[in-house]
């Protein structure tokens, strides 16, 4: 008998978000910090912003729910 477990990757709450002309929906929110979000952000039609959906995170970026397969 085998078992495969699986767990899922840790939502990460971001509190800033790039958005702008190329971000769709609330934008990219994937930064730490102001600094970093600012860095990104130059030279570029962007700017940063408090996330809006704390506690919303890519679902898709996440692993799949947990399994378990037994054979």
Do not use: H
Request: with cysteine.
């Amino acid at each position: 008998m085998a078992a495969i477990d699986t767990t899922p990757a840790a939502a990460k709450d971001y509190p800033f978000c790039l958005v702008g002309r190329d971000f769709a929906g609330f934008g990219d929110c994937k930064f730490d910090t102001l600094a970093q979000c600012q860095a990104t952000a130059s030279g570029r039609e962007a700017l940063c912003a408090a996330n809006p959906y704390p506690g919303y995170y890519d679902g898709a970026a996440a692993a799949p729910p947990k399994r378990r397969i037994v054979r």
